[in-house]
């Protein structure tokens, strides 16, 4: 991936074209403020960034849309963004075309169509960037990181702030959480982690599962097989418990008790007939009914008798009273019906009326006493009856309830019969079971042969993950970077001259004298920290080119000559002027050409695999390959990034 062209709409559709050279250095030079700083942020922010870092002024102002055509492999990729909302500080929805050819639209034709993540995700992809996971080592809370082209934008962006800063190193490395996103995500762009680790560590975690699987197999087989004599004797003597094998048998060795629990898996239940029909039932049906008519009968029986007892009760009574009367004779016929007195035999004036009716009701007291008497022998033959319709239900009753107890006690019978042969197949069971378990567990068996190919699998995702293969690949890697350092040190004329080193974990270079290691922050002075900047980021480059890494091949750098003119009158005499008259022979700039010479050779080896892009205060026109790397003309005298119509 290089960027072809950087675009600029104005709101009212005019377009502002930044076109660069593919594979070569690209210089843009001129004075202050004319927006050779926003180049870096516009490039970013057309790269999936969202935060809209884009300077205060003029561009912000002046500028509807901003995109990058960017030529990626074989496609051109057309990325476009609109300017925050309002006051809004990010904007994430863009515009993005893919195509062999893109012819870069107008105003009119843009539209959103994607997110800051989408194109992320798709630039991560077109330039090869595998699935892949950080690698975090035990104990680290940290999560894992997948590496992207958004954590590759920390390898292509030198500031003016960073380019010569003697504690940053990398893109953004002074914000919060960028410097172990750096730490953790640049082995894999140098290639020290697999591309397929990914894979690689979800089919170990597969492996390690069937390991443990077919481990708990076996662990569970030999645990059964364990004692295989004890438990061997256990099973015959339970399968003769139960009568599968006879009490007389004989026991030598365990082939004997293979061969005599072998024996017992010839077993088969016999049928055992049960009646479909529920007898049980209908008996119990018809056990009740009778009860209910012996309750009936019974109840009659106890009602006759009881009234056959106040008939008896009364006619004794009754003739009790009627001997009583008779026997004084207290009340003769003849004298009832005269005046005369019972006692006294006195005359009396009038009848007693009392006295007739007395004679009357003892009359009819007689009568009822002989009807009563009467009656007696026909309840007599009435209860009898009864009482022998109720002693021969009681009789079916019994015969009824003998029927059922028959049939519960066959059932009982067949119940026992099924539970005997239940204990017999579960012994059976039992047999088979540990049968069949002693030949899984052979020397030669399948179940030894799953655990050694899974352990073998293990072993080998194992190796292929080891972090010893990682940290030595890494190292290499490092190593190779290192002594294209220190060449690039040696030519640049830097300070020290010792190996130059990229210290991972510090994120910074260090130049390793026989005495002691110097950092970059305890080194000299501005031409160290900009010679460390470069000799350390094209390096990587370098590195990513030769190994054909993904990550996006281009370096953006702004004003690196700053260092070298500590006066700013004398640098901004050489703001996009060309200044004949300065001698290109001093020491400062000498370094100056020194410096662009290195960007022209090491662009010039890697083409066209290579592009850089300069933004620069000064112009040496008198050199011929700075003149022909300008983009443009120089931005002097009214000429900038931003035209003057669009703001005038």
């Not at 006692?343 to 004679?359: D, K, N």
Request: net charge negative.
């Amino acid at each position: 991936m290089q960027i072809k062209s950087i675009i600029l709409y104005s709101a009212s559709g005019d377009k502002r074209v930044l076109n660069f050279r593919l594979g070569a250095v690209n210089i843009i030079t001129g004075r202050s403020k004319t927006g050779k700083t926003a180049i870096i942020d516009i490039i970013e922010y057309c790269l999936g960034r969202s935060d809209f870092r884009i300077p205060e002024g003029v561009i912000r102002e002046a500028v509807e849309w901003y995109a990058i055509l960017l030529q990626v492999n074989e496609n051109q990729v057309f990325i476009a963004k609109p300017k925050p909302v309002a006051s809004a500080s990010s904007q994430s929805q863009a515009l993005y075309l893919i195509g062999s050819n893109i012819s870069i639209p107008e105003l009119s034709d843009l539209f959103l169509n994607s997110t800051d993540d989408a194109i992320v995700n798709e630039l991560s992809r077109l330039i090869g960037i595998s699935p892949n996971q950080s690698i975090v080592e035990e104990g680290q809370s940290r999560d894992r990181l997948e590496a992207t082209i958004a954590h590759a934008r920390f390898f292509l962006f030198q500031k003016q702030s960073t380019i010569a800063n003697q504690e940053l190193l990398f893109h953004r490395q002074q914000e919060p959480f960028i410097p172990q996103s750096i730490k953790d995500t640049l082995p894999y762009f140098l290639g020290s982690v697999q591309e397929g680790r990914l894979q690689l560590e979800q089919d170990l975690r597969n492996a390690r599962r069937q390991l443990k699987l077919a481990q708990r197999r076996l662990e569970e087989a030999e645990f059964i097989v364990n004692d295989r004599s004890a438990q061997g004797r256990s099973l015959i003597a339970e399968a003769q418990q139960v009568g599968l094998v006879t009490s007389n048998i004989e026991i030598e060795n365990n082939n004997d008790i293979l061969e005599i629990l072998s024996s017992t898996l010839d077993w088969t239940p016999q049928d055992i007939v049960v009646d479909g029909n529920n007898s049980t039932l209908q008996l119990r049906a018809e056990i009740e009914e009778l009860r209910q008519n012996y309750k009936r009968v019974h109840d009659k029986v106890t009602a006759t008798e009881l009234f056959l007892k106040k008939e008896q009760e009364f006619s004794s009574e009754a003739n009790q009273q009627l001997l009583r009367l008779e026997s004084i004779n207290l009340f003769s016929t003849d004298s009832i019906a005269s005046s005369e007195c019972p006692f006294c035999r006195s005359q009396l004036e009038t009848s007693i009326p009392s006295l007739s009716v007395i004679h009357s009701s003892l009359r009819k007291l007689e009568s009822n006493v002989q009807t009563v008497e009467t009656k007696q022998p026909r309840l007599l033959e009435y209860i009898q009856g009864l009482k022998e319709e109720r002693e021969a239900i009681k009789r079916e009753l019994r015969d009824q309830e003998s029927r059922i107890q028959s049939v519960i006690e066959e059932q009982e019978a067949s119940q026992q019969m099924r539970n005997i042969y239940t204990r017999i197949a579960r012994a059976v069971g039992r047999i088979s079971l540990f049968l069949e378990t002693i030949a899984f567990v052979d020397e030669d068996s399948q179940l030894r042969t799953d655990v050694e190919s899974a352990q073998s699998l293990v072993n080998f995702y194992t190796e292929q993950l080891s972090m010893t293969e990682v940290d030595e690949a890494l190292t290499s890697a490092l190593n190779r970077i290192a002594q294209q350092m220190t060449e690039w040190a040696r030519q640049l004329n830097l300070e020290h001259l010792c190996p130059y080193r990229l210290d991972l974990n510090r994120l910074t270079v260090v130049a390793d004298r026989p005495d002691r290691p110097i950092p970059m922050n305890r080194m000299g002075g501005g031409e160290d920290w900009l010679g460390c900047h470069l000799i350390s980021l094209i390096a990587l480059h370098k590195h990513f080119v030769e190994r054909h890494r993904p990550v996006p091949r281009f370096l953006v750098i702004d004003q690196p000559t700053q260092v070298y003119f500590p006066s700013e009158e004398v640098y901004r005499n050489l703001e996009g002027i060309a200044q004949e008259e300065i001698n290109s022979a001093s020491a400062d700039m000498v370094a100056v050409e020194r410096m662009f010479n290195f960007l022209f050779d090491v662009c010039q080896e890697l083409s066209p695999d290579f592009q850089i892009i300069v933004m620069e205060h000064a112009n040496l026109s008198y050199d011929e390959r700075f003149r022909n790397a300008l983009v443009e003309a120089p931005w002097t005298n009214g000429r900038a990034l931003i035209p003057s119509n669009w703001f005038s």
